[in-house]
């Protein structure tokens, strides 16, 4: 039975390894993926991340794994099926095997949102994709879009303009979203288009993307619009269909808890971006693991 267990090895999961680890507890970190970041592992540059200004977002993770590995923290690749609360015991029952802990730290963190047009499923993987990062080589000296307004699109936007011939930047407001610095590099880029209070109704093709319709809301007007490729940033969703009915979550899946990360079940700690919270950064998921595992250490000195 371990002290705590950490589902998920995002910067919240490894975080919060490294300060279990300097705490003496025995735990370990479970996560589907060998291969531990998160998110940031679709980051090509992280700016505002304290003392590591440029790293990329694979960069970042490696010295993160890297660190919770130092301390001797044990790694589990497997695929967590369900979560039980039995007497307080909390089990994770995993595809391999199950697991036992005296406590749990939820870190499993969140997903891209879908837009849910036509097209949009058929054309996944053929011109449809959810990260610039991983898929804009694709694209080298061709024409792209970005859906969104936020920092992952203007960030995607700024990335694929680098290899791009054109990208279109579309946007269904006419403000974006996205903090001031990364607005700034976008505007100075000379082959980036914006449309404005825009919306893409359809993608569409044969074997790949063609082109997509973008209905203009302000001149009530549907165009088409040749590209090769659309990435789609359109915010996030958490992930966390296993916790349902386990701890208290609102309408959209976020789990309850406060900065301590305490939630509605005891002994089981919410942190990143699974969580209620007004900022979702790298750096607030990994200020989440340390004071999860010191919600921890309160509860473990209560036996
Ligand atoms: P986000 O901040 O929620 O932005 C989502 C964008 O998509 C918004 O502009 C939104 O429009 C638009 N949108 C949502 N639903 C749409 C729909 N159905 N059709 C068209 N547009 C739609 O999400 P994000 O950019 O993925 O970022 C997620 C979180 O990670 C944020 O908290 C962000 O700050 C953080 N993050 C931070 C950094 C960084 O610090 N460098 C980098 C990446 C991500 P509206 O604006 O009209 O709502």
Not at 98 to 111: H, M, Q, S, V
Not at 158 to 173: D, G, P
Not at 240 to 248: A, Q
Request: glycine content about 10%; overall charge negative; proline content about 1%.
């Amino acid at each position: 039975m371990y002290d705590v267990l950490i589902i998920g090895a995002g910067p919240a999961g490894l975080g919060a390894a490294v300060y279990a680890a300097r705490a003496g507890l025995s735990m370990a970190v479970i996560d589907q993926s060998p291969i531990s970041g998160g998110q940031v592992l679709n980051t090509y540059e992280v700016d505002n991340y304290l003392g590591l200004m440029g790293e990329s977002g694979g960069g970042l993770s490696d010295k993160f794994r890297e660190h919770a590995d130092k301390l001797g923290t044990e790694f589990i690749t497997d695929e967590i099926q369900s979560v039980e609360n039995l007497d307080g015991k909390k089990i994770v029952h995993g595809y391999e095997r199950d697991y036992e802990a005296k406590t749990l730290i939820l870190a499993t963190g969140a997903t891209h949102s879908k837009l849910g047009i036509s097209g949009e499923e058929a054309f996944s993987g053929m011109g449809v994709s959810y990260c610039a990062t991983c898929d804009g080589a694709f694209f080298k000296n061709r024409v792209a879009a970005v859906v969104g307004g936020g920092d992952v699109a203007v960030e995607d936007a700024v990335f694929l303009s680098k290899l791009c011939k054109k990208v279109y930047l579309i946007h269904r407001r006419d403000t974006l979203r996205a903090v001031k610095s990364l607005q700034e590099q976008l505007f100075a880029k000379q082959n980036v288009e914006i449309l404005w209070d825009s919306e893409v109704t359809e993608i569409c093709g044969t074997n790949a993307v063609e082109k997509i319709m973008v209905y203009n809301k302000k001149k009530q007007q549907t165009s088409a619009l040749e590209v090769n490729g659309i990435f789609i940033a359109v915010g996030i969703v958490p992930n966390t269909d296993l916790f349902k009915g386990l701890v208290e979550m609102d309408e959209r899946g976020y789990i309850k808890a406060g900065e301590d990360c305490v939630t509605s079940c005891r002994g089981i700690y919410a942190a990143g971006d699974i969580r209620l919270k007004p900022m979702r950064q790298i750096i607030t998921a990994v200020a989440d693991g340390a004071n999860a595992v010191n919600a921890v250490q309160r509860e473990l000195e209560k036996d």
